[in-house]
């Protein structure tokens, strides 16, 4: 099995190695200015590793060598550097992990077509758009009561021993 | 009494009556039998090596003889309810409301005899086997209002509009009869996102199924010469992550501490329980039959009369059966055991050391709403702790006992019960382990 497809993980070469990055330095860019992109899904799943990346790397807000080169390169343009700064990072501040949804678009039309492409629709989460039509999660059925119960349980525990740390 | 012996098989382990007799000797028949088994055991003429084997095994006989009385006395009380309420049948108006409007239906369905289950395999399988709890609103009261639609008062120059009386929304097991004309709606484990209190009433009327087979896992597991008193089951959400039951054990398990093994065991018991698929009858009993009914167990005589005292004297006592076992229980239950999937105990703690009361908790979940055991396992290890949602702040239990098992991270106690096929090492799903022994081995006082 190719070393790409190990562990159900895909590692995408998209064209070769230069052109991989300049795609997905364009639609980084473009995810940033527009809130919501409609690719492939191919290329949406790449972008989404970055995006949440960078996302990461910003909400760090260290003035260091490292964050300055990798948002440097990533948002290029001014108005998308002060956008991550200003308005995603406080939007997913206490949003931990993953800050984008895909939605895959329908296929029926294009499936008899040898070289079709699956396209989807790539959007940051909490954007003021109307919602896409995404099946999120019940959160009333019985597993998902008890795992928010748990959660709730770990993260009361985590603040009170963060909290007994602080003090002693 | 030799017409007695005649009459039942003499194979102690054998429920099945011979069909050719009529069904008033057939009761006197097992009565009698009953009353002379129980003397015969008075009767002490045992050999010094078989004394303890023949007391067990009389003991065991003897538990068996009162669920089987039980369970003939719910017979006899069923059939002459049915009696009572069908002198000829009637019809009734049932509309049904699905998830569609284009899957509304309106039927003409028996009165008193046909049940929501019925009404949904008129409309297909798929229907009926998913769901789980019905929403009844009868619409008597609807037509007396139709007349008064909105009522336009002028009240200090503003007008005030009252709505006409709603209909009440009651919740029916699926498997009772309904007595009216109603609109029906039937619920199952995962329906809309809006629709949240549908979910809440599916949710903890699965929670009470689940308490209530816990009581019949802790008849079944431990020895008969222990005494054990269901007290209650206590109304508690979802959220805090186990069903528990509170128990009264023998006072001379004052000091016990309950193993992993047990824990283990007791699973498998419940395994063995809820693998026949039973179904949950429910019966409105009046005060004399149930107290007839539970005639030897003094919690349930006090839960009764607690009800009693709680609704009136003349109110019914709402009892549910399933396969052999019986418990009193107000609120609806789940249809039947076969939606349960997952199935474990998970604690037994002793919630105060002077009334020697226990409480013992179980975590589960539906066919419909399977997990993964990496899941799983963490919600496992939250309903090990004791759930103090309805205990008094002050209780004396003992809170830095915490009870690590010696598992390592993966081990849970449902993968205990699993079954493994043995070339592969994977799990033969919906394939669990049940225990055959009736006695609890490590319970050894």
Same mark, same amino acid.
């Given at each position: 099995?190719?070393?790409?497809?190990?562990? =159900?993980n895909?590692?995408?070469k998209l064209?070769?190695h230069?052109?991989?990055m300049?795609?997905?330095?364009?639609l980084?860019?473009?995810l940033?200015?527009?809130e919501r992109?409609?690719?492939?899904?191919?290329?949406a799943?790449e972008t989404?590793?970055?995006i949440?990346r960078l996302?990461?790397?910003?909400k760090?807000s260290?003035?260091?060598?490292?964050?300055?080169?990798?948002?440097?390169y990533?948002? #290029?343009d001014? @108005?998308?550097?002060?956008?991550?700064?200003? !308005?995603?990072v406080?939007r997913?501040?206490?949003?931990?992990?993953?800050y984008t949804?895909i939605?895959?678009l329908p296929?029926?039309?294009?499936?008899?077509?040898? #070289?079709?492409?699956k396209?989807?629709v790539?959007e940051?989460k909490?954007?003021?758009?109307?919602?896409l039509?995404v099946?999120? #999660?019940?959160?009333h059925?019985?597993?998902?009561?008890l795992?928010?119960a748990a959660?709730n349980?770990?993260?009361a525990?985590k603040n009170?021993?963060?909290v007994?740390e602080?003090s002693s | 009494?030799?017409?007695c012996?005649? $009459?039942?098989?003499?194979?102690?382990n054998?429920?099945?009556?011979s069909?050719?007799?009529?069904?008033?000797?057939?009761k006197?028949a097992?009565l009698?039998w009953?009353?002379?088994?129980t003397?015969?055991?008075?009767?002490s003429?045992?050999?010094? &090596?078989?004394?303890?084997?023949?007391e067990?095994?009389l003991?065991? &006989?003897?538990?068996?003889?009162e669920?089987?009385?039980?369970?003939?006395?719910?017979?006899?009380?069923?059939?002459?309810?049915l009696a009572?309420r069908?002198?000829?049948?009637?019809?009734?108006?049932?509309?049904?409301k699905?998830?569609?409007?284009t899957d509304d239906?309106?039927?003409?369905m *028996?009165?008193?005899?046909?049940?929501?289950?019925?009404?949904a395999?008129?409309i297909g399988?798929?229907?009926?086997?998913?769901?789980?709890?019905?929403?009844v609103?009868?619409s008597d /009261?609807q037509?007396?209002?139709?007349?008064?639609?909105?009522?336009?008062t002028?009240?200090?120059?503003?007008?005030?509009t009252?709505?006409?009386?709603?209909?009440e929304?009651?919740?029916?097991? $699926?498997?009772?009869?309904?007595p009216f004309?109603?609109?029906?709606?039937?619920l199952?484990f995962?329906?809309?996102?809006t629709?949240q209190w549908?979910?809440e009433?599916?949710n903890?009327?699965?929670?009470r199924?689940?308490?209530v087979?816990l009581?019949?896992?802790?008849q079944?597991a431990?020895?008969?010469n222990q005494?054990?008193g269901l007290?209650k089951i206590p109304?508690i &959400?979802?959220?805090?992550?186990?069903?528990c039951?509170d128990?009264?054990l023998d006072p001379?398990?004052r000091?016990?501490e309950?193993?992993?093994?047990d824990l283990?065991?007791?699973s498998k018991?419940?395994r063995r329980?809820i693998s026949?698929n039973?179904?949950f009858?429910?019966?409105?009993l009046e005060?004399g039959? /149930?107290?007839e009914?539970?005639?030897e167990?003094?919690?349930k005589m006090?839960?009764i009369?607690?009800?009693?005292?709680?609704?009136?004297?003349?109110?019914? $006592?709402?009892?549910y059966r399933f =396969?052999e076992?019986?418990d009193?229980?107000e609120g609806p239950l789940? @249809?039947n055991?076969a939606?349960?999937?997952?199935?474990?105990v998970?604690?037994?703690?002793q919630v105060s050391k002077e009334?020697n009361?226990w409480r013992?908790?179980?975590?589960?979940?539906?066919?419909e709403?399977?997990?993964h055991?990496?899941?799983? @396992?963490?919600?496992e290890?939250?309903?090990?702790k004791l759930v103090t949602?309805d205990?008094?702040e *002050?209780?004396?239990?003992?809170?830095d006992k915490?009870?690590?098992?010696?598992?390592?991270?993966?081990?849970?106690?449902?993968?205990?019960?699993k079954?493994?096929?043995?070339?592969?090492?994977?799990?033969?799903?919906?394939?669990?382990m049940?225990?055959?022994?009736?006695? #609890?081995?490590? !319970?050894s006082?």
């Amino acid at each position: 099995m190719p070393r790409g497809f190990a562990h =159900g993980n895909v590692f995408r070469k998209l064209g070769g190695h230069q052109r991989r990055m300049k795609l997905l330095k364009i639609l980084v860019n473009a995810l940033i200015k527009n809130e919501r992109i409609e690719t492939t899904f191919t290329k949406a799943h790449e972008t989404q590793k970055y995006i949440h990346r960078l996302i990461d790397i910003a909400k760090q807000s260290t003035n260091d060598a490292y964050t300055k080169d990798m948002v440097g390169y990533w948002a #290029d343009d001014d @108005s998308n550097k002060t956008k991550l700064f200003n !308005v995603l990072v406080p939007r997913f501040a206490e949003h931990s992990g993953k800050y984008t949804r895909i939605a895959m678009l329908p296929t029926w039309h294009i499936k008899d077509i040898d #070289d079709h492409k699956k396209m989807a629709v790539l959007e940051l989460k909490g954007n003021p758009l109307p919602p896409l039509p995404v099946k999120e #999660d019940n959160p009333h059925t019985l597993q998902n009561v008890l795992i928010a119960a748990a959660k709730n349980d770990w993260k009361a525990a985590k603040n009170t021993q963060s909290v007994s740390e602080s003090s002693s | 009494m030799i017409v007695c012996m005649l $009459i039942m098989n003499l194979n102690k382990n054998s429920r099945f009556i011979s069909s050719f007799v009529k069904p008033t000797t057939r009761k006197r028949a097992f009565l009698c039998w009953n009353k002379l088994k129980t003397c015969s055991s008075n009767i002490s003429v045992y050999t010094a &090596s078989h004394n303890e084997h023949r007391e067990t095994s009389l003991i065991e &006989s003897r538990e068996k003889n009162e669920l089987q009385r039980r369970s003939l006395l719910f017979d006899e009380a069923k059939k002459q309810q049915l009696a009572d309420r069908v002198p000829r049948i009637e019809k009734i108006e049932v509309k049904y409301k699905g998830r569609v409007l284009t899957d509304d239906a309106v039927m003409f369905m *028996n009165k008193n005899l046909s049940t929501p289950y019925h009404c949904a395999m008129h409309i297909g399988t798929g229907v009926a086997n998913s769901s789980v709890l019905a929403v009844v609103t009868p619409s008597d /009261a609807q037509s007396n209002s139709t007349s008064v639609s909105k009522v336009q008062t002028s009240h200090d120059g503003e007008l005030v509009t009252t709505d006409p009386a709603k209909p009440e929304q009651l919740l029916w097991d $699926i498997h009772s009869p309904l007595p009216f004309d109603c609109e029906l709606q039937l619920l199952k484990f995962t329906m809309n996102n809006t629709l949240q209190w549908q979910h809440e009433q599916v949710n903890k009327a699965y929670w009470r199924t689940c308490s209530v087979i816990l009581g019949a896992v802790v008849q079944e597991a431990f020895k008969e010469n222990q005494k054990i008193g269901l007290l209650k089951i206590p109304e508690i &959400s979802v959220k805090s992550g186990a069903f528990c039951y509170d128990l009264l054990l023998d006072p001379g398990m004052r000091d016990w501490e309950a193993k992993e093994e047990d824990l283990v065991f007791m699973s498998k018991v419940a395994r063995r329980i809820i693998s026949r698929n039973l179904k949950f009858e429910k019966l409105e009993l009046e005060a004399g039959t /149930a107290l007839e009914i539970f005639q030897e167990d003094e919690q349930k005589m006090n839960t009764i009369s607690e009800l009693l005292h709680k609704n009136g004297q003349d109110s019914s $006592i709402p009892v549910y059966r399933f =396969g052999e076992y019986m418990d009193i229980m107000e609120g609806p239950l789940i @249809s039947n055991t076969a939606h349960i999937f997952h199935y474990i105990v998970t604690a037994l703690h002793q919630v105060s050391k002077e009334t020697n009361t226990w409480r013992i908790q179980g975590l589960s979940l539906p066919e419909e709403l399977k997990l993964h055991h990496s899941v799983w @396992s963490v919600l496992e290890n939250r309903a090990r702790k004791l759930v103090t949602e309805d205990l008094p702040e *002050n209780c004396d239990h003992d809170t830095d006992k915490s009870k690590k098992f010696n598992m390592h991270r993966y081990e849970s106690i449902e993968n205990k019960t699993k079954n493994r096929s043995k070339a592969t090492g994977q799990w033969l799903l919906k394939d669990w382990m049940t225990s055959a022994e009736k006695i #609890d081995p490590t !319970v050894s006082n």
